[in-house]
Nanobody, 122 residues
Framework: VQLQASGGGLVQAGGSLRLSCAASGRTFSNYGMGWFRRAPGKEREFVAAISWGGDGTYYADSVKGRFTISRDNTKNTLYLQMYSVKPEDTAVYYC????????????????WGQGTQVTVSS
């Protein structure tokens, strides 16, 4: 699966942003999907995951209630809607695909996109 993340940018604290991840190459609906992020000077961390059919989701505590992960299997696209963003959400965001269901463990993701930068100003 080839993954292309987009939609990042500069946003003010309290604002919103939607990230997209376009998939190609293999059957998108066969894969669970996830979003991860890496902030400057920090390790990559899990943000959200969604099952192959979209009926199951899982969020990191730090984004629960503010971010929504979704997917459109007819468009081979994954989304991350970000609301009430905070400066600590500043990071490079990566989308990833896994054949291992709904998981927060980055070691279980076989395919990764190139990342899109999100910067939240205070």
């Amino acid at each position: 699966v080839q993954l292309q993340a987009s939609g990042g940018g500069l946003v003010q604290a309290g604002g919103s942003l939607r990230l997209s991840c376009a998939a190609s190459g293999r059957t998108f609906s066969n894969y669970g999907m996830g979003w991860f992020r890496r902030a400057p000077g920090k390790e990559r961390e899990f943000v959200a995951a969604i099952s192959w059919g979209g009926d199951g989701t899982y969020y990191a505590d730090s984004v629960k209630g503010r971010f929504t992960i979704s997917r459109d299997n007819t468009k081979n696209t994954l989304y991350l809607q970000m609301y009430s963003v905070k400066p600590e959400d500043t990071a490079v965001y990566y989308c990833a695909a896994t054949s291992k269901g709904l998981t927060a463990r980055d070691s279980r993701y076989e395919y990764w996109g190139q990342g899109t930068q999100v910067t939240v100003s205070s």
